[in-house]
């Protein structure tokens, strides 16, 4: 703010920020008007078409203050350039916080409402043992639904630990680099860290070696790729050419349109949690710690546990809180 042209331009971007929400209000206040409106008689109605308030009039008004916002902005943007402000506008939080997610479940956690989604899980692995080709299951629904408790418990299983020769876990997230990927599932093929060259063919190679015809399970969790052409082109020719009859790539993530690329089996779709599931999560969490189960306190819950409409993440944050 000690340069002057900076100064200049943040009143004007400040301005024009006025002016959007002037505009917004204008919306607004319309919806409000033709809602009032609704009652009145059709020749009011006609009539509403000739005056000031008419919506011709209205759409035409605000075409033309969209336009004049739109174009201020789009001058101060290339503005931007000339104080150095562009990257930190692009520096901003990645669009996925990353993260590392692993197999392992603690026996000692209870899950509610997920044993039905388990058991069809593990029968629709077990009945691939026939398919030659490497079979590649989506597990999807929204974010706090439960997709990893629900993988981890099928790869826990008994039956999945014992029909699998191979079993692998992977966390994507963001890094659906094919080189990366490759490494990480050559490492855990291995059961160790090891050097490895930086070329594909390379790559592909030893994993072919690694895994040759072993039946293999792999889980890919929290994926987001929606680039066709990566999957298509460079990973599915190299993880599904490998692997002995009923290989499965089970794949967990929140996009209908990384499912429908990955897909070869239909999807599992995750729903949210019935009502009496929802309150045996929430009470186990509220009530466990030495905490009675009181009447009043009990009343409060189940209201708290019908506005989260059956999401695990919501109602346990609620329990924390």
């Not at 015809?213 to 050419?241: A, G, M, T």
């Not at 995750?270 to 186990?284: K, P």
């Not at 708290?304 to 609620?318: M, T």
């Amino acid at each position: 703010m000690t340069n002057g042209y900076v100064k200049s331009w943040m009143k004007e971007l400040k301005s024009i920020a006025y002016k959007a929400d002037d505009v917004l209000d204008d919306f607004q206040y319309e919806a409000l008007r033709r809602h009032s409106k609704n009652g009145r008689s059709t020749s009011q109605k006609v009539h509403g078409y000739i005056t000031r308030r008419s919506p011709l009039l209205f759409r035409f008004e605000m075409s033309r203050k969209l336009k004049t916002i739109l174009e201020k902005t789009n001058k101060l943007l290339e503005e931007m350039n000339k104080f150095g402000l562009e990257n930190s506008v692009h520096r901003e939080e990645p669009q996925h916080p990353w993260r590392q997610t692993h197999s392992k479940l603690d026996d000692s956690t209870k899950i509610f409402g997920r044993e039905y989604d388990k058991e069809v899980v593990v029968k629709l692995l077990l009945d691939q043992q026939d398919q030659h080709k490497v079979q590649v299951l989506p597990i999807i629904g929204m974010g706090g639904l439960g997709k990893m408790t629900l993988a981890k418990m099928v790869y826990n299983d008994q039956e999945v630990q014992q029909h699998f020769q191979l079993k692998m876990w992977h966390c994507v997230s963001d890094n659906f680099d094919p080189i990366a990927l490759l490494k990480s599932i050559i490492q855990l093929a291995e059961n160790k860290r090891s050097d490895m060259p930086d070329t594909i063919e390379m790559l592909r190679k030893q994993l072919e070696g690694l895994i040759g015809q072993k039946r293999f399970i792999l889980f890919l969790d929290d994926v987001w790729n929606e680039n066709k052409r990566i999957w298509e082109d460079e990973l599915k020719p190299l993880l599904c050419s490998v692997g002995g009859p009923g290989s499965i790539i089970v794949v967990t993530t929140r996009s209908q349109k990384v499912a429908s690329i990955m897909q070869t089996l239909r999807p599992h779709q995750l729903e949210c949690l019935n009502e009496q599931d929802s309150w045996e999560l929430f009470a186990h969490k509220a009530f466990s710690n030495g905490v009675e189960e009181q009447a009043e306190l009990a009343s409060i819950g189940r209201r708290i546990v019908n506005k989260c409409g059956g999401l695990l993440l919501l109602s346990r944050q609620w329990v924390d809180c």
